[in-house]
């Protein structure tokens, strides 16, 4: 049970106080067989039944899950996205409220150093029942209240109006953070004037893993190239909102780790083939450990408590001291110095649920995100794809993979086999099942390229984010 140990009081506490006010958790433990009436150390803790959307959440009525079974103790409701099945709803109290304002301002104030400037905050997360966008307002609002000189918008999803925030309203502010999920925020930067672009630009991201070179084309466009720690990943969700962020400290690491193998196989893993999110997290209000298949369990206060819940994110837990003993081993103790003991860090390997089944294997988003991060593609592209398997008039199984063309980008023959040859080598380079199949069947396992003009074809501009893996028609 990899876990940091820091937080797991807390832990505790939540659990022992959910045994007797949740009467959704009282009822799970006796499902599984465990009558203990309360625990007392790491040893009870772990022995605790996890809880999963399946066996805990859609079991038991939504009132019964809340503390006192009071429905009426949520503040705030948001939906998941559905990507992995049927949205669930979930609610927030005062108690997380404050865990969201408090995770924006140690982005805010470390990261975007916003205590010390005037800062406009454009948020581009769509503004429905999905979290992004209503989280982020009011944490933004938390932060005005704390007394930073902040003031937010909320275009949502509406690039134009986004891009006209940023050219208007923007030159009024020392600094603007554009807050969206990635491929919304390249829309803004791409459909932006130059002028516009020179301001002192941030980017808050959350929703989808990101590439270095992402990150590198994005940090040229606002002009920026040396400053990696302008744009900042959050990995969140809607059961806990923010569980972790970027930090200036793991994105000097992950990038780092692009040209170092052996740091790179310390911190993500002998047998990674593509670079996790990297992000550090509070174990305090986020306990999180790992399970014997390494799916991530969080433990949270809430107006929905979760204790040990698996969220089915696989991935890796780390206290600072372990991070700073692989750092330094690696000979890289000039950023050994800047961590944080008492931090925890997580390294994010992705979900298996979120896949796409062709010849029988799995094939991830992340595998192919770096396709649309070639030089090649990159400025001809949104970033949305959807992968769908299909079938020829053969009946054999072809992999086709929608792709959505920039807005002043058309298709050419060019474009098709670029990107056809960066999805191959992608693959190949990531997926070790692919690279068999490919070695078998060859030209037969080439993906399809199937682009669509710019705001149609089978994506999700109005949703919280792309759903990277269903049909297309």
């Known amino acids: 049970m990899p876990a940091v140990r820091a937080g797991l009081d807390r832990a505790i506490d939540i659990a022992n106080r959910a045994m007797r006010n949740v009467p959704a958790y009282a009822a799970h433990l006796r499902v599984n067989g465990y009558l203990t009436a309360s625990i007392d150390g790491p040893g009870g803790f772990a022995g605790l039944p996890p809880m999963t959307k399946t066996d805990y959440l859609r079991r038991y009525p939504t009132g019964e899950l809340m503390w006192y079974g009071d429905m009426s103790a949520a503040g705030t409701w948001s939906s998941t996205s559905g990507s992995s099945g049927s949205p669930t709803f979930f609610p927030r109290d005062t108690i997380a409220l404050g865990d969201c304002v408090s995770a924006y301002e140690r982005i805010f104030r470390d990261g975007f150093s916003a205590h010390t400037r005037s800062t406009l905050v454009v948020v581009c997360f769509a503004m429905g029942t999905w979290i992004g966008g209503t989280y982020t307002y009011q944490g933004m609002v938390g932060l005005r209240e704390r007394g930073y000189r902040l003031s937010v918008i909320t275009p949502g999803i509406d690039v134009d109006a986004a891009v006209r925030i940023l050219t208007e309203l923007g030159p009024q502010y020392e600094q603007v953070v554009l807050a969206g999920y990635p491929a919304s925020i390249k829309d803004v930067l791409d459909r932006s004037g130059q002028d516009a672009l020179a301001q002192d630009i941030k980017i808050l991201l959350a929703g989808e893993a990101i590439t270095e070179s992402w990150r590198d084309h994005v940090l040229g466009r606002i002009g920026r190239s040396d400053q990696p720690e302008r744009v900042c990943l959050i990995y969140g969700t809607a059961e806990a909102g923010v569980m972790g962020h970027e930090t200036p400290l793991t994105a000097q690491l992950r990038r780092r780790a692009t040209v170092d193998p052996v740091l790179n196989a310390q911190l993500f893993g002998e047998n990674a083939t593509r670079q996790p999110t990297f992000v550090e997290f509070d174990p305090q209000s986020r306990f999180t450990e790992t399970d014997d298949e390494g799916f991530l369990l969080f433990t949270i206060d809430s107006s929905l408590p979760l204790i040990r819940y698996r969220i089915n994110d696989k991935g890796n837990v780390l206290s600072g001291l372990d991070l700073r003993r692989i750092v330094d081993a690696c000979g890289h103790e000039d950023l050994g110095e800047w961590i944080d003991p008492a931090a925890g860090f997580l390294v994010l390997a992705g979900r298996p649920d979120v896949a796409a089944s062709f010849y029988g294997l799995n094939i ?51 474009l098709d086999q670029a990107l056809i040859a960066e999805c191959v080598a992608a693959l190949t380079r990531n997926n070790n099942e692919f690279r068999a199949l490919r070695s078998h069947y060859g030209e037969r396992t080439t993906p399809q390229i199937r682009f669509y003009t710019y705001g149609t074809g089978p994506f999700l501009p109005g949703g919280p984010k792309n759903d990277y893996a269903r049909p297309v028609g």
Do not use: C, K, W
Request: glycine fraction near 8%.
């Open 364 to 414: 991830y988003p992340g595998d192919l995100h770096e396709a649309f991060d070639a030089d090649e593609v990159v400025d001809h592209v949104t970033g949305r794809f959807v992968m769908d398997p299909a079938e020829d008039g053969d009946l054999n199984q072809i992999l086709v993979i929608a792709v959505e063309l920039g807005e002043s980008s058309d298709y050419s023959d060019t």
